[in-house]
């Protein structure tokens, strides 16, 4: 019994830390916020400070809510939310996140959302939620417990009861204790206990790197990927566009095609629509713009003092029957036509992130068979970026629609247990997100669309977490699997003894805790993922 007590104690401290690393990584929730009122500061729990109120973080301090600088400069840690190493500037203007940790300045921030919706209350809920969706491993181990143990109980009792009965000789305390012994080895405790917290660690480990896994299925999943599928603008690419030429015609000179196409995009959230207002540099008087309609994977239609402005690309032109001037030009062209004549075109340019450029070549290392891209610009400007990536498939030219019948082909294409999973930026893209096995956004911090929408969400924009991520979740696996081998085949070979009377309740309980409390701490090495 005392060697039982040991293994007890050492087990339920193995799972308590494990818990408690896990519980103290996710440890962003803020206790206080310092809250401005005049020129008094009062400290006040963060679900009490309303839209609209300032706070004030000292050194030190978490910030407490969602909100923007308006007084100060300081660096902040947002490893806990982002897993970044390198703290980050923050100035009056710049947007601040619950989580973050001041480490210099005093920063004064008007809070711009509430506490139950900021993105600290967010990442928690989720982290939280977790446990609830089971890998197809843990959904097996618990089934396989709840017909294990009726079975394993009536064996034992089997075991006491009709040798002594049928065997000449054989006495009843001598097969009780040999069932007794039996029923202490088959305890699967080593199983039930160490694998969900494999995952579990799993998920947590992942979270310390800034890669939030809604579930231990989705974690699962990541290590059977067969192909991946990719977003470009803001995936691969920065996202961040500039105006790099402009082809005016007729009788109207480039700053007029600028500053219609300026109008027409005004109220357009896409990052090419935002490019071309910012390249305009000026005032927008919104009371001459009418009758704005947005025309999904074509541009939009739009009334400017007067006139109708038709702005996207070729083949909104070919829908409305206007001729343009071809454009050879690499980059995403915004053709212009003005009352049903072509105008001229707006040549808008994006960069590659540093991050994609080792991606394809890391999938491939890692087993993924395929590496496709899914896009609505023009067909060449989709072929520079999947040659210069090295991706083996790109679409182009594709409707929203268009992206989810491109995915249903590929699904068709894949290996039956592979997995297809589609990484976007969270916004655009849902039905494709949704239709995924693993639906992944990138960019989620700040992004509520990105939270809701994914999967699995990367809190910054480096394509290079994916592939942490897949890294963590065959740790993951090949850690449970050791677990399950573990486990099996010494109480295997403990049973085989134990039924024929050469193990004593010393080796049962080592079969039991002993086995357990391995499993374990074998578990624990998942959290560890700085070696990835």
């Not at 990052?271 to 927008?284: D, F, T, W």
């Not at 009418?290 to 239609?301: I, N, Q, R, T, Y």
């Not at 068709?412 to 997995?419: A, D, E, I, L």
């Not at 039991?512 to 990835?532: E, W």
Request: with cysteine; charged share 25%; aromatic share 6%.
């Amino acid at each position: 019994m005392l060697f039982y007590q040991v293994g007890e104690f050492f087990q339920n401290l193995a799972v308590n830390r494990s818990r408690r690393s896990i519980a103290e990584l996710m440890d962003i929730r803020p206790d206080y916020a310092n809250l401005k009122d005049g020129d008094d500061i009062k400290i006040v729990s963060p679900e009490d400070v309303l839209i609209g109120e300032y706070i004030i973080v000292k050194p030190g301090e978490k910030v407490p809510l969602d909100g923007v600088v308006v007084e100060g400069k300081s660096m902040v840690d947002t490893s806990a939310l982002t897993g970044e190493s390198v703290p980050r500037e923050v100035e009056v203007g710049n947007e601040v996140y619950g989580g973050f940790i001041n480490k210099n300045g005093l920063l004064t921030i008007e809070v711009k959302k509430e506490f139950g919706e900021s993105t600290v209350s967010r990442i928690l809920e989720l982290v939280e939620n977790a446990s609830s969706r089971k890998a197809p491993t843990e959904q097996f181990i618990t089934k396989f417990a709840r017909i294990y143990t009726p079975i394993v109980v009536v064996a034992a009792l089997a075991l006491a009861i009709i040798p002594p009965l049928v065997v000449q000789g054989a006495t009843f305390s001598d097969w009780i204790y040999r069932a007794l012994v039996f029923l202490v080895i088959s305890c699967p405790c080593a199983l039930v206990v160490s694998i969900p917290l494999g995952f579990f660690g799993g998920i947590g480990g992942a979270s310390k790197n800034g890669i939030l896994i809604k579930g231990g299925n989705y974690l699962e999943a990541l290590n059977n990927v067969d192909t991946v599928i990719f977003d470009k603008t803001g995936t691969l690419t920065k996202g961040v566009f500039k105006v790099t030429e402009i082809k005016a015609v007729q009788n109207i000179s480039n700053d007029e095609l600028l500053m219609y196409a300026a109008y027409a995009e005004n109220y357009s959230n896409h990052p090419i629509a935002q490019s071309i207002v910012e390249a305009y540099g000026k005032e927008i008087d919104k009371g001459v713009i009418e009758a704005h309609e947005e025309l999904p994977g074509l541009g939009l239609k739009v009334n400017v003092k007067g006139k109708e402005i038709f702005a996207g690309n070729a083949k909104l032109m070919a829908e409305k029957e206007i001729a343009i001037e071809e454009n050879d030009d690499l980059g995403t062209i915004v053709y212009i036509a003005i009352d049903g004549s072509y105008a001229g075109s707006i040549i808008i340019s994006d960069e590659i992130k540093k991050d994609s450029e080792k991606l394809v070549s890391d999938l491939k290392a890692l087993g993924v068979k395929k590496t496709v891209m899914l896009t609505g610009d023009n067909k060449k400007v989709g072929d520079k970026v999947g040659k210069q990536l090295g991706l083996d498939v790109v679409y182009s030219e594709l409707l929203p629609d268009q992206k989810v019948e491109k995915l249903e082909l590929l699904y068709n294409q894949k290996s039956t247990k592979g997995r297809i999973v589609f990484v976007g930026d969270g916004i655009n893209d849902a039905p494709v997100l949704a239709r995924a096995d693993v639906g992944v956004a990138m960019g989620g911090l700040g992004s509520d669309a990105a939270i809701e929408a994914a999967d699995v969400v990367l809190m910054t924009d480096e394509p290079s977490k994916l592939i942490t991520a897949i890294k963590i979740s065959k740790r993951t696996r090949s850690i449970v699997l050791q677990n399950i081998v573990l486990a099996f085949v010494v109480k295997g070979i403990v049973l085989i003894l134990g039924a024929g009377g050469l193990a004593t309740m010393w080796e049962a309980v080592f079969a039991d805790v002993g086995v357990a409390l391995i499993a374990v701490l074998n578990a624990m090495r998942v959290m560890n993922t700085k070696n990835l």
